[in-house]
């Protein structure tokens, strides 16, 4: 079983539509997690940051970490085409990220 | 923009060759880290530097290593070129007041045939 499991998609959606994309976990010790954007050929850019359980939102996207179940959610709202990207999980105990297998999102028109 | 910075963007190597990358981290992080991304897959935590020292490391042989400078900015070097080794290598700059929150470079597109 990997540390961190994340559905690789491909997931499709029109545009307007509510994404919700999923990561699970099973290192317990796990008390930062993060959300990640990668364009083709580009580096990773952090999303969301969020400490231990709770809700995060930031404009049209929110975070949610369910430390008990071990189960970390980001919604976008009102998707547009330019969401489309791969979207990385990413979750630290102190000072290296483990990070999903990334989930490829395409936006359409 | 992050304000780091990655050198170069792109390099093809022979197998059993040596190749270093460059990082130039945010201004004020004092820490750095490497992953290595394989196409498909997410990065792989390489190792960490803080203030010149190497204080974590994955799981990576010992012929990739590191090096950071007193101005923050760092490389990565690895020996004996390998096929697997061709993937994307990024560098991530630590907030220090923030945890892990961590900015990350363009990456390096390294491809060894």
């Known amino acids: 079983q990997k540390e961190v499991e994340q559905d690789p998609g491909p997931l499709s959606v029109p545009e307007g539509a509510i994404v919700s994309l999923n990561c699970t976990y099973s290192?317990?010790?796990?008390?930062?997690f993060m959300w990640y954007r990668q364009y083709s050929r580009k580096g990773p850019e952090l999303l969301m940051y969020?400490?231990?359980?709770g809700n995060k939102e930031d404009g049209r996207f929110t975070a949610q970490v369910d430390k008990s179940s071990k189960y970390i959610s980001l919604f976008i709202r009102d998707s547009q085409p330019s969401d489309s990207a791969t979207y990385l999980c990413?979750?630290?105990?102190?000072?290296?990220?483990?990070f999903g297998a990334g989930t490829r999102l395409t936006v359409k028109p | 923009e992050t304000g780091v910075t990655q050198s170069p963007t792109h390099l093809i190597k022979t197998r059993g060759q040596q190749v270093t990358l460059r990082c130039s981290s945010q201004?004020?992080?004092?820490?750095v880290s490497w992953y290595q991304q394989a196409l498909g897959q997410g990065p792989q935590f390489i190792f960490q530097y803080y203030r010149e020292e190497e204080n974590g490391r994955g799981n990576f042989p010992p012929r990739f290593s590191g090096l950071q400078f007193p101005n923050y900015s760092s490389e990565l070097n690895v020996n004996a070129l390998e096929l697997d080794d061709s993937a994307l290598y990024l560098c991530a700059s630590i907030n220090p007041t923030g945890g892990t929150e961590a900015f990350f470079g363009q990456g390096t597109r390294l491809t060894v045939v």
């Open positions: 990413a979750m630290s105990a102190s000072w290296d990220m483990r």
């Open positions: 290192n317990s010790a796990f008390q930062y």
């Open positions: 201004s004020g992080h004092n820490t």
């Open positions: 969020t400490y231990s359980s």
